[in-house]
């Protein structure tokens, strides 16, 4: 089982990758507002390294909602159980 320590690292290591001209502190309360490259196409791009990555799907709703990481943490601890 993946912890959320676990999870957020992973979540870092997306960020870093997919957005990489960002060179600010990755933290839970990182947001698309934080970064100049995470724009709409870059929360579908990190939607989908996050599926990928865990094995989860995100509904519509649910990528519309991806807005910091702490929340992304926190839906993919959901949908991990």
Not at 58 to 80: H, P, V
């Amino acid at each position: 089982m993946t912890t959320d320590t676990e999870i957020v690292d992973k979540l870092r290591e997306m960020v870093n990758t997919l957005f990489d001209e960002y060179t600010g502190p990755v933290t839970p309360s990182l947001s698309a507002n934080d970064v100049e490259q995470w724009d709409s196409l870059g929360t579908v791009q990190l939607a989908v390294m996050i599926e990928q990555a865990f094995n989860i799907r995100f509904s519509t709703d649910e990528i519309a909602k991806l807005d910091n990481l702490g929340t992304i943490a926190e839906i993919i601890a959901k949908k991990r159980g």
